[in-house]
């Protein structure tokens, strides 16, 4: 049972804008601690898309963005593409757990 | 360039011990923690725990506590996990990652545990 909710699946047409919540709780998100975002290929291995709420590594485009508000973050994909296509986690640390935690995981379907 | 690279898949029968490896390349492998993910047959990702590579010190997630051993050989930068007696419910794809400013910055390739009920 994760501690970090995000909504099963999301779709969009190409060159649409989506959005992937990551709905936490006081002993994580809203304590402070910071949001920071995966994305899975099909297949592929994990790869961090967003770190510290809204921070991009080098080589990811800027069409993804990140923000944190409250006891949720969130993910931005603007300018979908079809390579977009993938399973998207949040993650976080939880401090009742002692431990890190990651979201239930968002599908994302380019129609 | 940093690397992660884990030990090859493995099919085991039930009850028996293993031993996965990450070993890791192009930093300093005392300076920053590895942690270990587990991800189930079509499902998502999970924290098993990290390890402080400059002491050999695990933290544990509550879900694995005491399943699995976590541990370093810092003169050959590698990290490992280990169980001592397989279930089929430990079938699954293993990832270790290294943990910079609270996220997983550089991941392994994964390696896939099989154990046939």
């Known amino acids: 049972q994760s501690v970090l909710t995000q909504p099963p699946s999301v779709s969009g047409a190409p060159g649409q804008r989506i959005t992937i919540s990551c709905t936490g709780s006081s002993s994580n998100i809203g304590a402070g601690y910071d949001v920071h975002w995966y994305q899975q290929l099909p297949g592929t291995v994990p790869k961090v898309l967003i770190y510290?709420?809204?921070n991009r590594p080098s080589g990811v485009p800027d069409r993804f963005s990140g923000s944190k508000s409250g006891t949720s973050g969130s993910l931005a994909v603007s300018g979908l593409q079809a390579e977009d296509e993938a399973e998207y986690y949040c993650q976080s640390y939880d401090s009742s757990l002692s431990s890190y935690v990651f979201g239930t995981g968002t599908k994302v379907t380019v129609l | 360039e940093v690397q992660l690279v884990q030990s090859g898949a493995g099919v085991k029968k039930p009850g028996e011990s293993l031993r996965i490896s990450c070993e890791a390349s192009?930093?300093?492998?005392?300076?920053?923690?590895i942690s270990w993910v587990r991800q189930l047959p079509g499902k998502g990702l999970e924290w098993m725990g990290r390890i402080d590579p400059s002491n050999s010190y695990p933290k544990y997630s509550p879900s694995f506590q005491g399943h699995v051993t976590m541990s370093v050989d810092k003169s050959i930068s590698t990290a490992y996990l280990q169980w001592n007696s397989l279930k089929p419910s430990d079938t699954a794809i293993y990832f270790c990652a290294r943990v910079v400013a609270w996220h997983l910055d550089v991941w392994g390739n994964g390696t896939t545990v099989t154990v046939p009920s």
């Open positions: 510290s709420n809204s």
């Open positions: 192009g930093y300093s492998f005392t300076t920053y923690w």
